[in-house]
């Protein structure tokens, strides 16, 4: 079945996925998953170094902790959302219950928000909709 989901290994390179997260158990189960599916994944722990690294790398999806150091996720969204022609794929993922932080989410341009913990099929499956 997973291999039903595999990413179309054609001649074109596999599509570039941005994990920020400061939570490193975290991070591996995600860049596990991602990487078995074909995605090739770039990490950054915390927000200045993963907005640093959306500039930089130019992923096809960020994915993306509410809760960091340095800079917040909601901060980071909103530099992407403001900073790029073209628009990113964005998941904001969060271990946060209020509903006020997700329609803020909502309102700067986030594409899926995911409530931790989550299943990660929940996550690959917003990874593989966004994506498509």
Same mark, same amino acid.
């Given at each position: +079945?997973?291999?039903?989901?595999? $990413?179309?290994?054609?001649?074109?390179?596999?599509?570039?996925?941005?994990?920020?997260?400061?939570?490193?158990?975290?991070?591996?189960?995600?860049?596990?998953?991602?990487? %078995? +599916?074909?995605?090739?994944?770039?990490?950054?722990?915390?927000?200045?170094? =993963?907005?640093?690294?959306?500039?930089?790398?130019?992923?096809?999806?960020?994915?993306?902790? !509410? !809760? +960091?150091?340095?800079?917040? =996720?909601?901060?980071?969204?909103?530099?992407?959302?403001?900073?790029?022609?073209?628009?990113?794929?964005?998941? +904001? $993922?969060?271990?946060?219950? =209020?509903?006020?932080?997700? %329609?803020?989410?909502? !309102?700067? =341009?986030?594409?899926?928000?995911?409530?931790?913990?989550?299943? !990660?099929?929940?996550?690959?499956?917003?990874?593989?909709?966004?994506?498509?």
């Amino acid at each position: +079945m997973a291999d039903e989901k595999r $990413v179309e290994s054609s001649a074109q390179s596999p599509k570039r996925i941005l994990l920020v997260d400061d939570d490193r158990e975290i991070i591996e189960s995600m860049r596990i998953a991602l990487e %078995a +599916m074909g995605y090739k994944v770039l990490i950054a722990r915390d927000g200045n170094q =993963g907005l640093a690294l959306a500039e930089r790398e130019d992923p096809d999806l960020v994915i993306l902790d !509410m !809760m +960091m150091p340095k800079r917040s =996720g909601f901060l980071v969204l909103e530099k992407i959302r403001r900073t790029r022609p073209v628009p990113l794929r964005i998941i +904001m $993922v969060t271990a946060n219950e =209020g509903n006020r932080h997700k %329609a803020y989410a909502e !309102m700067l =341009g986030v594409d899926d928000y995911i409530r931790k913990p989550f299943a !990660m099929d929940r996550l690959l499956d917003s990874v593989s909709r966004l994506l498509a």
